[in-house]
């Protein structure tokens, strides 16, 4: 069945964060904002998926459950479909988040007060997980060169070369500048980490949603070399709209760092799923990929719509389209308004929810980042109120 991506799906009262009068009142002070802030997506899942579902459900017992056979194959058929990655079922480690993935991996291989590198402006998680877990965050800012966005590998070098860096959280693609990282530049950044012993955590949740195929390379797939160095995060949660489900994976190849990271979540006593969820996401993977196709096909329509009404309608904003990710980081600084003055124009004059620039850290002061996996119905509605806050002295 072909999706339709241009239905407007009433979220409002389903249990959605985004959509919550509660909760956005609690970060923007106001209610009836229209929401484009949490990354998850105001489209239905693949028909496949809700089918499995209704199946799964309609079975009636929910007892304690156990992945079959077939939910390992269709996760590795997907890699070597999409990314010709051919991965095995032992690599596979399953956490409900990539996030929680994260604290895991923090508690199994970085002590108290030893550094993890982060680039900001990024996903901001990734600090409040480091701190949250005792460790000290270290920055390598990113540059940014024109509305693109470019790693300093000289900084890099200095912060991994330190003793107590143990641990480099890399964003690819990167949420929220959307850049896909090219494979010249992973390869430098592996054999940095390589020679300084810093494990790398590759969280690569929107691998998926990428514009130009075959542009993502897989870290852990660019460089045997770094088989020992990478644990690799991901989920079907962005590509096919189920973060409500917990139902994430990590993919690591060396045995000793399993093994280590296997200690620690059986400490915790992690790694189960529901049964429906399991349905979810093997139809997602097993059948879901004509819905991808269309989805990635709508969200470029979306991204060009953005790109015409900003450039007419925000003369001194400045938009580099993402090349992946459903998240358009737009440069509002030549307005000269403080973060602060930018957010009370959006929510109080706008009345719009939109993630602050400053939220992500260093350098992401003056942006905002804009959600657009929504109807174009609802996008246009949100520019236009984004223009009008902006614009209107
Ligand atoms: C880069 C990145 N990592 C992780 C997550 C969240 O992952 P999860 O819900 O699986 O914890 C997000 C969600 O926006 C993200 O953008």
Redesign the pocket.
């Known amino acids: 069945m072909k999706p339709n991506f241009d239905q407007v799906v009433d979220r409002k009262g389903s249990k959605s964060i985004k959509w919550d009068p509660g909760v956005i009142r609690e970060i923007y002070g106001a209610e009836d904002l229209l929401p484009l802030w949490v990354?998850d997506m105001d489209f239905q899942a693949p028909a496949e998926v809700i089918e499995a579902m209704k199946e799964e459900v309609s079975h009636g017992v929910f007892g304690y459950s156990k992945r079959g056979e077939s939910y390992y194959e269709n996760i590795i058929r997907w890699y070597k479909k999409r990314f010709n990655w051919e991965i095995k079922r032992e690599w596979l480690v399953f956490t409900p988040?990539?996030?929680?993935g994260l604290n895991y991996v923090l508690q199994a291989f970085v002590e108290k007060k030893e550094g993890v590198i982060i680039q900001e402006p990024v996903?901001y998680?990734f600090k409040k997980v480091i701190e949250n877990n005792g460790c000290r965050v270290v920055n390598n800012p990113l540059i940014c060169h024109q509305g693109t966005y470019e790693i300093d590998f000289e900084d890099f070098e200095k912060k991994a070369r330190d003793p107590d860096t143990k641990l480099f959280i890399l964003?690819s693609p990167h949420?929220p500048v959307g850049r896909v990282w090219k494979k010249e530049e992973l390869q430098r950044l592996g054999e940095i980490c390589l020679a300084n012993g810093v494990l790398i955590f590759a969280?690569e949740?929107?691998h998926d949603l990428v514009y130009e195929k075959g542009a993502h390379h897989i870290f852990a797939d660019i460089n045997p070399r770094f088989d020992d160095i990478v644990i690799t995060a991901t989920?079907p949660?962005?590509t096919f709209n189920l973060?409500g489900l917990l139902s994430?994976h990590l993919i690591i190849k060396n045995a000793g760092l399993k093994r280590r990271l296997r200690q620690v979540l059986e400490k915790n006593h992690i790694g189960k799923q529901t049964p429906v969820s399991m349905a979810a996401v093997e139809a997602a993977y097993g059948k879901g990929e004509p819905w991808l196709e269309e989805l990635l096909n709508y969200l470029q329509e979306n991204l060009r719509f953005i790109e015409t009404t900003v450039k007419e309608n925000l003369p001194k904003a400045k938009f580099t389209p993402p090349k992946a990710t459903y998240l358009a980081w737009i440069d509002l600084r030549d307005y000269g308004l403080s973060d602060k003055e930018l957010e009370k124009k959006l929510t109080e004059k706008g009345r719009v929810a939109l993630d602050g620039g400053s939220w992500f850290g260093r350098g992401g002061e003056g942006f905002v980042r804009i959600n657009f996996a929504c109807p174009r119905r609802t996008l246009g509605e949100a520019l236009e109120r984004i223009i009008e806050a902006i614009e209107e002295e």
């Open positions: 990354a988040g990539v996030v929680s996903y998680p964003c949420n969280d949740i929107h989920a949660s962005k973060a994430a």
